[in-house]
């Protein structure tokens, strides 16, 4: 062997050695690209499980979002349409037992008019107000309120006028300025009248066309102002009274707090004017002055 061929040899085994590391650094690369690819795969893979797990979690929150939005709308819709559908002359009441209508003159006025309205809810009771017109506007929510929770109300004209002391023409303007505000609000126009100072005329029962609404319990409320003494006042209260007071003093609404539970205890019904006289049977004409409902 020439030392030419033993460098050959050592070239040839240099060369061989070299593709052997070229394989094996190949082989090794090669199950490093495909462990790295399994393990993106499978990285991958979780990605896509955990996205549907929070697409399928939030579907879970949106359909409860859309189970409570749908509960909402049907929870605060109700009672709203059950107000507006309120029964104002309910069906359910005893003609058997005893009934009183309270009345309430010259309101709306919210202090003291929500106070009663707030104890009559309270008692499954309910009242006539009487307003008067320039009032209305600015106490609109007081009256509203108390409209849809059955409570009846009618006139006591617009500008609390002595209607005895008016020509004809005079009292139907009063009448339609009153009719129109009223009917604004609550949608309907009133069907009863109170007239002011009590005063009554010939001319009045030719030219008004709604039944004329007067008392036969007087508490006074207006000048004693005290709860004590308007309570007094209603201590011998019968089946088919109406009961006059005025909803502008707290005194009243203090009384009324005490009286509403109490005559509920003796047994009677507290009704509008409108289911006494229905329950009484009494057909109410216009231009008539009704005093209590027997
Ligand atoms: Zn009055």
Known sequence: MSRGNKGKDRKEQGDSRSIWIMIS????????????AVQLVRLNRQGEQNKSQIKTEASVDQKKKNTKEAEKPAGTKEPEE?????EHIRKDLDPEKPMVALTFDDGPYDRVTNRIVKVLAKHDSRATFF???????RYADTMKNAYNKGNQIATHTFDHGDLSKMKKKQIRRELKRAFRVMKKINGENPTMLRPPYGNVNDKMRQTIRIPMIY?????EDWASRNKDKILSRCKSIKD????????????????????????????????TVEELFYYKGIDAKGGKVYFNGR
Do not use: C
């Open 131 to 137: 307003v008067v017109g320039n009032r209305v506007e």
């Open 25 to 36: 650094a190949a082989v090794v690369l090669g199950i490093v690209i495909i462990a790295m």
């Open 240 to 271: 088919g009274d109406i009961v006059l007071m005025h909803d502008l003093y707290p005194s009243t609404a203090a009384a009324v707090e005490k009286l509403v539970p109490k005559l509920r205890k003796k047994g009677f019904q507290l009704v």
């Open 82 to 86: 059950e107000k507006v559908r309120v």
């Open 215 to 219: 008392w036969n319990v007087d508490t």
